[in-house]
Nanobody, 122 residues
Framework: QVQLVESGGGLVQAGGSLRLSCAASGRTIVSYTMGWFRQAPGLEREFVASIPWGGPSTYYADSVRGRFTISRDSAKNTVYLQMNSLQPDDTALYYC???????????????WGQGTQVTVSS
């Protein structure tokens, strides 16, 4: 069983930064690609970024590329999402997810965290 626990959300002004963390546990976690999804009220769930436990192959949605950075600390089994130049459109519930590399990009994950709220004020 894989468990994912997010932290680090909050309220920030436009142009500000936040860093989300996701603590992962489970014997098989290293076999999955890790990622972040987000969902704003009334909108579809959106893929944000992904990273495998091994290798440098990060992948980003066009809407966040150049502003967000996904990274991992394998020793701590933790994945991070550094979010810079935040805009009101980034306001959403952010979920840490784990799953297949290709399916994550299509918005499908095998495991989900409980979500952490990010609110960006204008």
């Amino acid at each position: 069983q894989v468990q994912l626990v997010e932290s680090g959300g909050g309220l920030v002004q436009a142009g500000g930064s936040l860093r989300l963390s996701c603590a992962a546990s489970g014997r098989t976690i290293v076999s999955y690609t890790m990622g972040w999804f987000r969902q704003a009220p009334g909108l579809e769930r959106e893929f944000v970024a992904s990273i495998p436990w091994g290798g440098p192959s990060t992948y980003y949605a066009d809407s966040v590329r150049g502003r967000f950075t996904i990274s991992r600390d394998s020793a701590k089994n933790t994945v991070y999402l550094q979010m810079n130049s935040l805009q009101p459109d980034d306001t959403a519930l952010y979920y840490c997810v784990a799953g297949d590399r290709i399916r994550l990009r299509a918005g499908h994950a095998e495991y989900w965290g409980q979500g952490t709220q990010v609110t960006v004020s204008s």
